[in-house]
């Protein structure tokens, strides 16, 4: 099946600072990535869709200036957490589809953010 | 919207006992999908529903979907410890967007 992967997989940062975090899909090209937030004992819930080349579509409510979304390239993403708060502590979770599998999504490994 | 409504959210088996866990979604949807993941980590892929009258079955896990009523369901057949995990249904949109249900949290006793 398809490949992806997150890193890092933990991170802990100081409020104020900010995260990267990269999804790769690793043995099929991803024309497009979703990203996910779950907080504990929650459901997964779309932050925002990214395709490649183009600009990311957030969903109703996440700030597009603080969760920057880049998809450069066929298998690489990136979310960068800009100035992260505690509030931001989560399990972030990438999704990459595109024509190879049939627009199935496959998730990656997850990052734990926790922001002190 | 697609909206998609899971129960019980939380579900305490007996080891050897039948339970079934529902997924209600509110509008059309081209696929179903079923997921489970164990605390911290993330999706594991258990099923995914094509079409109307699809079941599919894997060891003590058997999932359904009825198109017309919009409802899937995941049978649990005599639960085993292992099997203690949360489970996510979530419904396809036509713009390929997954919508979760809350996860329904399996503990399995003796």
């Known amino acids: 099946g398809a490949v992806v992967s997150q890193h890092p997989s933990r991170v802990i940062c100081k409020s104020g600072t900010s995260v990267k975090i990269e999804c790769r899909s690793l043995?099929?090209?991803?024309?497009?990535m979703f990203w996910y937030r779950q907080f504990p004992k929650q459901s997964l819930m779309l932050m925002a869709t990214?395709?490649?080349?183009?600009?990311?579509?957030?969903e109703q409510g996440v700030e597009k200036d603080k969760f920057l979304i880049n998809h450069a390239s066929l298998t690489l993403s990136t979310l960068t957490v800009t100035s992260a708060h505690p509030e931001d502590s989560s399990f972030y979770i990438c999704?990459?589809?595109?024509?190879?599998?049939?627009?199935?999504?496959?998730f990656g490994p997850g990052t734990r953010l926790t922001v002190l | 919207e697609l909206k998609v409504e899971q129960n019980p959210l939380f579900l305490s088996m007996q080891e050897g006992k039948n339970y079934t866990i529902y997924c209600n979604y509110s509008?059309?949807?081209?696929?179903l999908y079923w997921y489970r993941q164990d605390p911290g980590k993330s999706l594991e892929s258990l099923f995914v529903l094509l079409s109307n009258g699809a079941v599919k079955q894997e060891g003590r896990l058997m999932a359904s979907l009825d198109t017309k009523a919009r409802l899937s369901t995941l049978h649990i057949t005599a639960a085993v410890h292992d099997l203690s995990a949360t489970y996510f249904c979530?419904?396809?949109?036509?713009?390929?967007?997954?919508?979760f249900g809350a996860g329904t949290t399996v503990t399995v006793r003796a």
């Open positions: 990214s395709n490649e080349g183009s600009k990311a579509t957030y």
């Open positions: 999704s990459a589809s595109g024509l190879t599998s049939y627009n199935e999504q496959f």
């Open positions: 509008t059309t949807s081209d696929r």
């Open positions: 979530a419904a396809r949109s036509n713009d390929y967007k997954l919508s």
């Open positions: 043995d099929f090209q991803a024309t497009t």
